[in-house]
């Protein structure tokens, strides 16, 4: 019954690394998002995807690179991962864009060591 | 550019008081959409509110009120009566309709903590 779902929520790993954080949601939204928390819990978008287009591409460096294979899902894949990358990553999803309320996965707290 | 201010980072109170939460915006957007949210300490990001620019009508759910005064460009946000329950990070945000397009900007968030 879960409606936005990301895995893994914990991810630990070493400097250089590649992963990957995948998002799920079952609402019938249109509209999905990667939102990143840093360690004083500021919240800023990094992409959003529409019906599997993207639309919003933050200033986010291009070891970052989203995927989704269809609406319902939105991966976020990242190379070569830096200590600065370690924070809260929150997928999200909404029916449409401006006007619709987003909702968010629980987190992905991801620790590069 | 739109932006969220919540300048409280932090407020403890007794259980049972009154908490108010200040967000203040700025878009120059004439139609757009502010938003509350609430991160209790198990992290999740749980929706409150969703209140569109024509709409400046109070809201009342139970133990939380929201006041919108476009003429000051803010979005308090009451809770009364507070519990312990109610400690939790909340953000107030903002999305407009020329600004990139479904992009929530976040306040810093205003830490709520209640003691028994």
């Known amino acids: 019954d879960t409606a936005v779902s990301q895995t893994p929520k914990y991810l630990v790993t070493q400097m250089g690394n590649d992963k990957s954080i995948k998002c799920e949601q079952n609402l019938g939204h249109d509209t999905m998002y990667w939102y990143k928390q840093d360690s004083k819990k500021f919240l800023k978008i990094m992409f959003s995807?529409?019906?599997?287009?993207?639309?919003i591409n933050e200033t986010v460096p291009n070891r970052f690179s989203p995927k989704s294979p269809d609406k319902a899902h939105l991966n976020l894949h990242i190379n070569s991962l830096e200590l600065g990358d370690s924070a809260v990553y929150f997928c999200?999803?909404?029916?449409?864009?401006?006007?619709?309320?987003?909702?968010f996965g629980p987190g992905t707290r991801l620790t590069v060591l | 550019a739109q932006k969220v201010t919540q300048a409280q980072t932090e407020i403890s109170v007794v259980e049972k008081e009154d908490v108010t939460l200040d967000c203040v915006y700025e878009t120059r957007d004439t139609t757009y959409y502010l938003f509350w949210y609430k991160q209790p300490p198990s992290g999740e990001l749980v929706f409150l509110i969703r209140r569109n620019s024509f709409d400046e009508q109070n809201e009342i759910s139970g133990r939380y009120s929201w006041n919108f005064q476009k003429s000051t460009s803010s979005f308090n946000f009451t809770i009364t009566a507070s519990q312990v329950v109610d400690s939790a990070v909340y953000f107030c945000a903002l999305s407009g309709l020329t600004d990139s397009w479904g992009k929530l900007q976040f306040g810093a968030g205003t830490q709520v903590v209640v003691t028994p």
């Open positions: 995807y529409n019906n599997k287009e993207l639309i």
């Open positions: 999200a999803s909404s029916q449409a864009g401006v006007s619709d309320t987003q909702y």
